[in-house]
Nanobody, 115 residues
């Protein structure tokens, strides 16, 4: 079973930056599309950024121009570089990969943007 482990969250001031990492237990990111999602208290989980196996990217409207998704196949790791962070970016961030119709999720990492 695929396991995903996120890291890199924390407390940051508005305007600051963070880089999240998602490491998989298997070599999957070069073969399957994956995404970063987030869920704020009282809100539905939403897609933040997606990366196809071919390298195409897609971003949620609220993060376009501020967040960048990338991957390192040798490390089985996908990154989410977040810049110009805003208080409304506060949420638990999850990475996801869908393999043969099954969704795999990490445990999530908390990002808090506050002064």
């Amino acid at each position: 079973q695929v396991q995903l482990v996120e890291s890199g969250g924390g407390l940051v001031q508005p305007g600051g930056s963070l880089r999240l990492s998602c490491t998989a237990s298997e070599t999957i990111f070069s073969r399957y599309a994956m995404g970063w999602y987030r869920q704020a208290p009282g809100k539905q989980r939403e897609l933040v950024a997606a990366l196809t196996s071919g390298g195409n990217t897609n971003y949620g409207d609220s993060v376009k121009g501020r967040f960048t998704i990338s991957r390192d196949n040798a490390k089985n790791t996908v990154y989410l570089q977040m810049t110009s962070l805003k208080p409304e970016d506060t949420a638990v961030y999850y990475c996801n990969v869908k393999i043969l119709g099954i969704n795999y999720w990490g445990q999530g990492t908390q990002v808090t943007v506050s002064s």
